[in-house]
């Protein structure tokens, strides 16, 4: 018992070497594929697998985390295996997904693929494709070879509604019921017939279903270990009797109390007079520490993926693989990752092995109540410019301002190179760009499976960061397109959200940091692969090498940044958010009154200076752009004076004044603050339904100076204690209030209980902007005086004190000045953020609107990239050479590995109007998606005009499809010259009045009050205002009337004679088609069965119309043949007059990702 015991406290089993060859089961994993793959792969199983393997009573939990899940178990030897399963919502499969939670599942892992067919094909090999004999003969052949009479238990853990899953269930063991493999209880004989597998049914399994049948049962129920003493429960119905560990409390100082070994030891005895097996599911606490101060347990170090080294260099994080056999101390702050820092360094930098990170460091941390239970979640993302921070930060103080009502997370991330490498050749080698962003959104997959062990409820998480925090929680907020839901998270809380450049995976800058870092460890010039090269390098190496690189690139930035993949992040932040596509609820962002002195050259001093800085910061901008943001940038003469904070609201403004500088200098930094910093803070607010917007201002207010509010000591960042408590309790309370309630606003009982002293005496703290009812949400209607409001947090009083402050470079050095002292006061107002220092909505608009423009690569190496810039952007307007489209042997996968199209080749012509014709998930959206850059296609397979949509980021191509109307921001009450004006209609008056004009819009209507046919009308606009050569619609006319759609398709039809545009449009609807398209595309499937000029199919069309036109008959055959090609769905049904083959179908409909 005592060493029982003391197992049960490791957090896995004892670690053994599994009987097959780690060569064997490698091979199995790379060969692993397809469901009909795992199948094929176990011809060999007999003969050389588990020939040596001895089977131990080892459970494999959670084994679906694994490549080939029953493979790897049993070559363990493992006798037990689970799987987690779950309903297909898909209409009509029947088959069960397994996984851990509903992000994971995929619909190739499947119980059937993963489970039922391998087990079925085992066993047919080791029974020499024989059925186990009938009742009364116990021989049989199990899994294991070695020991043929072992039965293999399978643990199917409910996930889904079980009254709902348990028939489907059923259903799937038929197939091992059949053969008589199950082990089953008969009433005849009264006792268990044992077979190669017992099945278990746990979680949400339906025991009064189970038992339903009293004279034969082959699925066996996992008893309640805290009931056993409910007599319904016995060895007729029930195998095991568990209990979660979480069920016997902490454990401290690494061992059971005596209340809880008797807890354990009366269980255990009960569960076996019964004649089942105990069992403790889960895992003991880990052995962190309670802070008598704090009244908070803290856990710090704990893994939640796997190293990543050797082979897992730059692939996504992996499911932790080792077992422990001792207890893992979670009292240290784990290793920090490898760290690079932001240009300008010394040239010659290096790493001692003292400043050396560690890169397994996927770790986190967590602080929690000790009674805590259902609490809300907070995980902390650090900051560092993805290139440098650490975990290791204490938020006692947030959780005790907050009474602890919440459990916090801090993590780490793989950084610099490590993290964020990207290069084409990565891609091609197999590795992964953004792994740091891969491990974060893993992070919180953690959360959602264990934080309920620490009393967080995992359904009420936000995730929170600051600087590149911030930045990390706006790209999980975009993350995968914006398709995750509420899934990982509820909310987020941005603070000085980094967005620098995005580029292309494949980029310029991308690609030249690659090569620097491949150069710098000696893997540039090898015969083979670079990539695997550097898989192989010596850790110090690739340190070293990572610092150097970003330390010499453009000043203030880091060499190693999240890039747009095509998977992660498939568009850039402005874009998406403009288009409202998110994870998430809410936002509560702020943003610091001056972010960017740390990050810009501070030796500008002219206007020259000013425009070669634009220049360098944006060397592929169009002239005509930068003009306009040297416009919009202006500033008054300015003459050399006192460096002084502003107002905000009236003059002087940022534009040309702070605490840091004035005139030019202040013009780049006000600049580069708004385009990296305060401008995402700007879009994220207005991304989601429901947000809040708030400023640090506070002198000197620079980048991070906000973190001695949140949670750092008072004097941490740039100071000498700037904040009085008052200010810093409300700051953490409006966090707290936001985690807690969704709401950050504070109720007057909060404010009173900050600012009251005691005795009748408040501490004169003015915190009351910050209450419920007075601090409004963040909102973008127009003309309301409700619109664009944020909450300024600012102090007055105390003294004026001179800090030290130097640049980057160390160039530049002057006091700065702030106030500290007992006389500080909290000052807090409701301010106007579009009219804020001089107008800082319009700009922001203004960024946002020339997203496509901003991400470009400075870089010496422009020629080529300006060149296909310009043809781009000059083709916008020239009407002299129409756009062409070419589609060659273009085959995709979705994400999840299954096939979306096969093998299309097309070519468009210029000037063409194009109909995609084809049923319901035949492929038409996915393939729009991709011919629009909204979707990376592999390389060469997609041409505009010699371009690449996705790489080269095409100006002159407009997608419009359905989803912008179901997005519920464009249903709420705001107005159509707003969002006219949003997409560039006040720079194209003449193009916006004629679309107003041919889609018969009013300016005045309310988009909450319109039907949904205007709203369509309004998004055709807003679509279509900006120039374009290129329209690619996906059922975009579908809520029009007859008379609508008809001049719709007219103007159509005239923007490709008169503009010499191409058109493209996928639609079910061919009312007043007629003579409008030029060409056809029919789809059926993933793949083009034909396609060409209209002419080619007239002699197909039927001169019987039927009522319906010539095209509409042709289209009725082509879907018809389609159907019948395709077969009945859920492989169901036979061959006859509606199929031409039985039981083939099952494709389903599309998939929208």
Known sequence: MEFYLARLTSYTPHHHTPGAPPSRINTLIEQWRTPNDSVNLLSPWTSDLTKDITPIPCHSHNDYWRSIPLFEALAAGCTGVEADIWLNDKAGSEDLLVGHSLRSLRNDRTLQSLYIKPIITILEYQNNFSTAPEEGIKKFNGVFQSSPNTTLTLLLDFKSDGVKLWPSANQQLEALRSKNWLTYWSNSTRKINWRPIIV???GNAPFDLLVSNNTYRDVFYDAPLNDISNPKYDSTNSYYASASMGTLGKIWLWRFSSIQLGKIKTQIAAANKKSLKA????????????????????????????????????????????????????????????????????????????????????????????DAKGLPVMVWIHGGGYGGGSGNNDFSELANTNSNAFVIVAIQYRLGA???????????????????????NFSLQWVQSHISKFGGDPSRVTIAGESAGGGSVMLQTIAYGGTLGTSLFRNGIVASPYLPMQYDYDGLKPEESYGKFADAVGCSKVNGSVFGCLVGIDTIALQNASAYVSANGDYGQWAFLPVTDGEFLIKRPSEQFLAGEVNGVRILSGSNANEAPSFVPQNISTTTAFNTYTRSLFPLMSNFTLDRLQRIYSI????????????????PTALNQSVFAIGQQQRANNLYSETTFVCPSYWTASAFSQSWKYEYSVPPAQHGGDLNAYYAPNRTYLGYGTLSPAFRTTVQKIWGRFIVYDDPTLPTDVITSIINIGNGTQTGDD??????????????????????????????????????????????????????????????????????????????????????????????DLNKDKQKKAKMVNSV?????????????????????????????????????????????????????????????????????????????????????????????????????????????????????????????DLDWRMHQVSDGERRRVQLAMGLIRPW??????????????????????????????????????????????????????????KVKEWGAIEKFEKEMSADSNGNSRLGELVLKWLGEDLKERGPRNNQGSAGTSYLVGGVGGYGSEKKV
């Not at 996968?893 to 096969?902: C, Q, V």
């Not at 001049?1047 to 003579?1075: M, P, Q, S």
Request: charged residues 20%; contains cysteine; negative net charge.
């Open 279 to 370: 069992r403790y599911w889960d895992t003991p606490s880990w052995p962190g520490y309670y802070n008598a101060t704090s009244k908070l347990n803290i856990f710090k170090g704990i893994r939640y993926a796997a190293p990543p080294l050797g082979k897992l260099r730059w692939q996504k994080p992996q499911q932790p693989y080792e077992n422990r056999t001792s207890i893992m101390q979670a009292t240290a702050y784990p290793p920090r990752c490898p760290q690079s820092n932001d240009a300008p360094m010394p040239a010659n930098y290096n790493f001692t092995r003292s400043g050396l990170g560690n890169e397994d460091c996927l770790f986190l941390s967590v602080w929690a109540s000790p």
């Open 1029 to 1086: 050569r290129i329209l690619l619609l996906d059922e975009i006319t579908v809520d029009l009337d007859l008379l609508s759609r008809k001049r719709f398709l007219d103007f159509l039809r005239e923007e490709t004679e008169k503009r010499k545009c191409t058109i493209v449009y996928a639609t079910h609807i061919l009312d007043n088609l007629a003579g409008w398209p030029t060409d056809l595309v029919h789809m059926s499937l993933g």
């Open 877 to 1001: 307007d020239d009407q002299t050479s129409a756009p062409s489209i070419e589609v060659t042997n273009l085959t995709y996968k979705f994400p999840d590995s299954t096939l979306g199209l096969t093998d299309i080749t097309l070519s468009l012509p210029p000037s063409s109007r194009t109909l995609l014709i084809g049923a319901n998930g035949a492929g038409k959206t996915t393939l729009l998606r991709l011919l629009s850059g909204k979707r990376l296609a592999p390389t060469s397979t997609i041409s505009i005009s010699g371009l690449d949509p996705f790489k080269d980021s095409l100006v002159g191509v407009t997608y419009l499809g359905l989803e912008w109307v179901l997005n519920p921001i464009v249903r709420t009450d705001i107005g159509v010259r707003e969002l006219l004006a949003s997409v560039g209609g006040t720079h194209y008056p003449e193009r916006r009045d004629e679309l107003v004009q041919v889609l018969d819009i």
């Open 636 to 651: 008054p003469p300015t003459n050399q004076g006192p460096l002084f904070a502003t107002a905000g609201d009236s003059s």
């Open 200 to 202: 278990v049914a746990t």
């Open 767 to 860: 915190i009351s902007a910050a209450g419920t009812g007075i601090w409004p949400e963040w909102s973008t209607k127009e003309h309301s005086d409700e619109s664009y409001k944020m909450l300024n947090l600012n102090m007055t009083g105390g003294e004026e004190t001179k800090i030290l402050w130097t640049s980057a470079d160390g160039g530049v050095r002057f006091n700065v000045t702030e106030n500290t002292g007992s006389g500080l006061r909290a000052d807090l107002k409701i301010v106007d953020a579009w009219d804020w220092e001089g107008g800082r909505g319009a700009r922001c608009d203004f960024w946002a609107r020339i997203g496509s423009e901003v991400p470009e690569l400075p870089s010496k």
């Open 418 to 440: 490590f993290g964020f490498l990207s290069s084409s050749d990565l891609v091609a080698s197999g590795g992964v760009p953004n792994a740091g962003l891969y491990d974060i």
